[in-house]
């Protein structure tokens, strides 16, 4: 038996327990004590139970002095506090005073921001929700939401944006704990934009490549924030946070992937801006795309906003427009050269776009 000291002996034993789903270990130390260590604190050992018999202080431990310590091992669940983790919340004042005011971020305005890399054990719940909105990009590992009730697994390269005010909760996988960029956001077109984000989105949550482009934009925000709340930089951070949510609406055109897509749309606009000069009919566009009339009508209204033959006049009015700036070209010309003989139709067209006549428009603009 080791001595310490060389005036008692160490004697320890280990026994392991569960209450509740928490670990439990006990740690049992014994001290056997010669008379000399009296003035040692006498945790005495009352009794024990060990294979379904009884030992007081007479039997198995007679002559020992006890301290008896617990200690938990838990899985507890945590907010942050993560290694490496990052985080802001602009303070409150700076919104009522500053955010919900100026005339620039009132429409949309971060309140909080943050980084948590492989946040083991993370977990938040609202019952009532909170009046922010909240977007959580996964880049790494798995998690989990549960909004109003419906759980929703989030694996990496997925964002999901949390409406405020809802009922919610969310945490990282056990096994494979995410790691995050957050932002939490508010402001007149906040539910706007969530709307169409949920929109555009399957399930709110949806699937993203991964961009370094996106990442810069989240760490340029969160580089100006850290440096203080000056007018001009709670302007510029939030101007690019505009660009951000954009990155996840439109992500092709973020990506400058959408011209490589070759998608029923894209094809006809490309075909549209490559006849410029002609006059194309709905039959001739649908044609094109090798779809009935009313199908092609559809998707690209669908897809654009627009009918096709008014998509088409709008490219029309915009190549006008550049020929009235830049070139000497009489109306009659312009009219011509976009494939409209009749320059009073081509005249009457242009100012129901532009609100002022082919004349009015060069000579309101023109620098020269």
């Known amino acids: 038996m080791p001595t310490v000291n060389k005036r008692f002996a160490l004697h320890k034993k280990l026994y392991g327990f569960?209450?509740?789903?928490?670990?439990?270990?006990?740690?049992?130390?014994?001290?056997?004590?010669?008379?000399?260590l009296g003035m040692l604190p006498k945790f005495y050992f009352?009794?024990?139970?060990?294979n379904s018999e009884f030992y007081c202080s007479n039997g198995l431990f007679n002559g020992c002095y006890f301290a008896i310590l617990l200690m938990k091992v838990t899985n507890e669940r945590i907010k942050h506090g993560f290694k490496g983790q990052r985080m802001i919340v602009l303070p409150r004042k700076i919104i009522s005073d500053f955010l919900i005011k100026d005339h620039l971020t009132r429409s949309?305005?971060?309140?909080?921001?943050?980084?948590y890399p492989k946040a083991i054990h993370h977990y938040v719940e609202r019952k009532g929700g909170i009046n922010q909105?909240?977007?959580?990009?996964?880049?790494?590992?798995?998690?989990?939401?549960?909004?109003?009730?419906?759980?929703i697994s989030i694996e990496p390269s997925q964002y999901i944006i949390i409406p405020a005010n809802q009922s919610h909760k969310y945490g990282a996988d056990e096994g494979m704990a995410w790691t995050i960029y957050w932002i939490h956001f508010n402001g007149s077109l906040a539910d706007y934009v969530v709307d169409l984000i949920i929109k555009h989105s399957k399930d709110y949550k949806p699937y993203l490549a991964y961009n370094e482009n996106r990442i810069k934009l989240f760490?340029?925000?969160?580089?100006?924030?850290d440096k203080g709340y000056s007018d001009d930089t709670l302007r510029y951070v939030n101007m690019i946070f505009y660009h951000f949510l954009s990155s996840l609406l439109y992500e092709e055109k973020f990506n400058g992937e959408e011209t490589n897509k070759l998608s029923v749309v894209a094809t006809s606009i490309n075909f549209m801006k490559q006849n410029l000069n002609s006059i194309l009919s709905l039959q001739d566009l649908a044609d094109k795309s090798n779809l009935?009339?009313?199908?092609?009508?559809?998707?690209?209204?669908?897809?654009t906003g627009y009918s096709p033959i008014d998509y088409f006049n709008h490219l029309k009015v915009q190549k006008a427009c550049q020929y009235l700036l830049f070139?000497?070209?009489?109306?009659?010309?312009?009219?011509?050269?976009l494939g409209i003989e009749d320059q009073y139709y081509f005249s009457r067209m242009f100012a129901k776009l532009m609100h002022a006549?082919?004349?009015?428009y060069r000579n309101r603009n023109r620098s020269y």
């Open 18 to 36: 569960t209450v509740a789903g928490v670990a439990i270990i006990s740690v049992i130390f014994g001290l056997y004590s010669p008379n000399s």
């Open 46 to 50: 009352a009794g024990c139970k060990k």
């Open 108 to 115: 949309i305005y971060i309140t909080d921001i943050g980084y």
């Open 133 to 151: 909105n909240i977007l959580i990009y996964c880049v790494e590992g798995c998690g989990w939401v549960e909004i109003n009730g419906r759980q």
């Open 219 to 225: 760490e340029d925000i969160y580089s100006q924030l």
């Open 292 to 303: 009935s009339v009313s199908h092609f009508s559809t998707v690209f209204k669908r897809e």
């Open 327 to 337: 070139t000497n070209m009489s109306i009659k010309e312009i009219s011509f050269s």
């Open 357 to 360: 006549s082919p004349k009015e």
